[in-house]
Structure formats: C-alpha cells, structure tokens
C-alpha cells in the first residue's frame, strides 16, 4: 500500500530520492515470515518506513539531496537505521531534504523541491522535508529524520506531523552524514505522539561507534503514554509570542496551552531571556562545524570529480565547485571565516560562549517548569521560491527551534490547528535534558 501510495503522489509530492521498491517487497516477505514464525514480534515488524538521505543505508544510494554525493552508495548502515532493521523495519526508500541538512524549505535540494501534500503550492519546511512530506502523504507509515536546528520540528509543524527531537546523544550519531556535529540528532517522524515514542524506543541506544553517545538510565519512552498532566508545570516564554509571530499561529498555540491547563497543568508566562541570540549564535557554530565537516568531500575518496581539471588543487576547487550548491557553499564561507585567526575570538568563540548562556537560561527556566511551551515556527508554509531569495528571512525562521539544540534538550512538534488557508500549525514542547518522559506525557495528554 505504501508503494502504491508513493507511485501514485511523487510526481506532485516529490518526498523521495530514492524509491525502493523492489527492495522493500522482498524484504517485506522475509520479514512476514519471521512474524509469522515467532521470531519477530515487536510493534515495528513490517511497518514501512522512510529513511531521510543524510543516514547510511549499505548497498543503498545515500545522497544528502546533494550533486556531490549523487553517487555514493555506503558500505555500511546507520546505527539508527539498523537498531529499525532489527526490530523487522521495511524500509521502502529514502526521503529529499535540503542539501546537507541546511535549509527550512527542502529546496536547496539537487533533485528539486518537495512540496507539501497539504497544498503543493506551499513548502513542506526542511530540512527533513521529504521525511515530512511522506508520512503527511501516507506513503509510508512513519520516517526518521534529523534535527540540527530545528529540522524535525518545523517540517514537522508544516506538515501537520509529530516529530521529536531528542535529547543530545540519545540517538547513535553513527552513519549520519555529519551537519554540525555538536548539534545533530536523529529522531521519529509519525502521525502521532504513540508512534513517535514508539520508534524512539527502537532507535535510541547507547553506542560506542559514536562518542557522544549517552547511556541512558532506561530507553523505555512508551510507558510516558498516559493522559495525565496534572501537576505538570508548564512555562510560556513571553519572548517566543513578540514581533514576527503570525497572529493565528499564537492564537492556536495559546489554545493548546489552555487545553493542558483545563486538564490539570499549572500555566505561567516567564522571561526567556536571550532568545533574540540564539540565531547568530547557531549559524555561526553550525556553519563553523559545517566548513570543517564537510571538508571531506574533496572529490579524491568518494563522491562527484570534475570531469576537466589542471593538477590536484584544481581537482578539489572544480569538484567542489561544481559539486556543492549555493546555500552548501555559502555556509562553508561563512563557517571558514569565523573559525579564521583573527576572527575565532571575535565570532567563533563569543558564539561558544552565548551557547553557554543559552544553556544556563533554559537550566533556570527547569528549576521552575517541567515543560516549556511555544510555537514550532513563527509561520505556517511559506510558498514555494519565497524563501530561496532571502537567506536571513530563512535563517529568522529558525527562531523557536534552535536554542533547543544549542542547549540539547529535547524537543517535540505536534499539530494544534490550521490556519486560514488551512495550513497546519505546529505546537512545540520542549522538555530539561532526558526529560522525554515528561515531553512524551505531555504531548499525549494534549492530543
Ligand atoms: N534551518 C536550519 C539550518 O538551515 C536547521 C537545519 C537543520 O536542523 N538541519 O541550519
């Protein structure tokens, strides 16, 4: 059924690069007869599942939406990915995105834009679009994205899905095609907040291929699935409803909290201050991860060469130049340049330090609230091409979403209405460090 869906809905959603179809069927045979055997027993065994293309799926073309990479096929698979294989995941194909995770839009993609099966004038958001715009879509029942600013939860909120993005180090970094090291994390896209918690469970793990990997107390997120917020102390950051914020979005998200409030949460507004840091901030330590990260692609290991070049250096300023796209290259600049001498102090550095402040005002606003409560984005999907031109307008959009990750708190989007064009919104829950029980009761309680 997901396949026929994907057949009949790519040409208008376009949420694929890669369709799996044959793949996946035989896949889905040898699995049945493990269900069928007793051998595999869990919640996911069988279920098709979209695989965003920044994770490594051996013997399966894994692309990053990138030109560079158009070619490369892993010879190994994602921990992530194989924690879902184990537990009798079909995968059925791998999901567009903005190139290299960087965008809001999935446009930035070399295999062209995904749209949002909502209204395919509009854009899915990114830069897990694809992952997004599938579930959305019903091609598949749920996928994995990543999230690095934002990246889950607001494609999330554009295409009325639920995504979580996990706690620092929950999920094994291992095969995935590395954004900005210190802030990217894997986590579920599904229809709802059951599934979600479902899949976590599957794909979190403690691994030592990744050194940043946590061990956790307990991976058991599904038992958090109880309709009970009484007691629960939920915070309003008055930063998160100020200029920029669309109207019916505020009035939507202010709707969700009053839900939980006459379900028994205690709600308060407070002072999150040095929200309107968290932008420069991000881009400039992304963007400095990004330039050292993708240095990689050099055209001499693996990936795109240029066909014509004049000696070595040559080689790597053609293959990069022809291979990366333009919003690729204007991170690399942007990253190179404040991690230069002269200017690491000046940027780099200060950037590091807000990182800190940011952490020490969300740590302050935990000692007071279990959860704290905002927008997913200031907007509904914007059009498609309306972005492109305005790079800093995209970047403002990042504004609710990004100080999760510079803290590394985990964070959840769920839908909470339409707007007037009967656009989804998305509201956000963000919850203290391996807090995810609370954030998974939470959300639940509200749908
Ligand atoms: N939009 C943000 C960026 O472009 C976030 C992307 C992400 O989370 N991968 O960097």
Same mark, same amino acid.
């Given at each position: ?99 290299? $995770?960087? @965008? !809001?839009? &999935?446009?930035? +993609?070399?295999?062209? %834009? ?5 209204? *395919?004038?509009?854009? /899915? ?17 749920? $996928?994995? @994205? !990543?999230? &690095?600013?934002? +990246?889950?939860?607001? %494609? ?5 899905? *639920?995504?979580?993005? /996990? ?19 894997? @986590? ?260």
């Amino acid at each position: 059924e997901a396949l026929d869906a994907v057949e009949k809905k790519e040409k208008d959603v376009n949420s694929f690069v890669t369709v799996m179809r044959k793949e996946a069927l035989e896949r889905a045979k040898e699995v049945q007869e493990k269900i069928d055997n007793g051998e595999l027993t869990g919640p996911l065994a069988g279920v098709p599942v979209a695989i965003k293309d920044n994770m490594c799926t051996k013997g399966t073309l894994t692309t990053c939406s990138s030109k560079i990479l158009r070619n490369f096929v892993p010879t190994y698979t994602a921990q992530a990915v194989a924690n879902l294989e184990e537990a009798g995941a079909v995968i059925i194909g791998k999901t567009n995105m903005d190139e290299f $995770a960087m @965008g !809001s839009t &999935t446009e930035t +993609s070399a295999f062209g %834009p995904t749209k949002n099966p909502w209204n *395919t004038e509009h854009v /899915p958001g990114g830069s897990s679009g694809g992952s997004c715009a599938a579930v959305a879509a019903e091609e598949c029942s749920y $996928a994995l @994205g !990543s999230d &690095t600013g934002g +990246s889950i939860r607001q %494609p999330s909120s554009f295409c009325g899905v *639920t995504g979580i993005k /996990p706690t620092y180090g929950t999920v094994s970094r291992y095969g995935l095609i590395a954004y900005g090291s210190s802030l990217d994390q894997i @986590g579920p896209v599904a229809k709802d907040v059951t599934d979600c918690a479902t899949i976590l469970e599957v794909i979190a793990s403690h691994d030592t291929k990744d050194s940043t990997s946590v061990e956790r107390e307990d991976y058991d997120f599904t038992s958090a699935l109880v309709d009970d917020v009484k007691g629960i102390k939920i915070g309003i950051p008055k930063d998160y409803f100020g200029e920029g914020l669309d109207p019916e979005v505020k009035e939507a998200v202010l709707a969700a909290a009053k839900v939980l409030e006459q379900k028994g949460a205690i709600v308060e507004e407070f002072d999150l201050s040095l929200v309107e840091y968290a932008i420069p901030a991000y881009y400039t330590i992304a963007c400095a991860e990004a330039s050292s990260n993708l240095e990689r692609f050099d055209g001499v290991k693996y990936g795109y060469r240029a066909k014509e070049y004049q000696g070595l250096h040559n080689m790597y300023k053609k293959s990069r130049s022809e291979g990366f796209g333009a919003e690729v290259k204007r991170r690399i600049m942007l990253g190179s340049f404040v991690l230069s001498s002269g200017y690491f102090d000046a940027y780099y550095l200060k950037a590091l330090r807000t990182k800190a402040l940011i952490k020490k005002a969300f740590d302050k606003a935990f000692e007071k609230y279990d959860i704290i409560l905002g927008p997913a984005a200031p907007t509904t999907a914007p059009k498609l091409g309306e972005s492109l031109s305005d790079p800093l307008k995209m970047y403002l959009g990042d504004i609710y979403t990004i100080s999760v990750n510079l803290a590394g708190l985990p964070g959840i989007s769920l839908p909470c209405g339409t707007d007037s064009k009967g656009l989804p919104i998305g509201l956000q829950l963000i919850g203290d460090c391996f807090a995810e029980k609370k954030l998974i009761r939470t959300a639940y309680a509200y749908e």
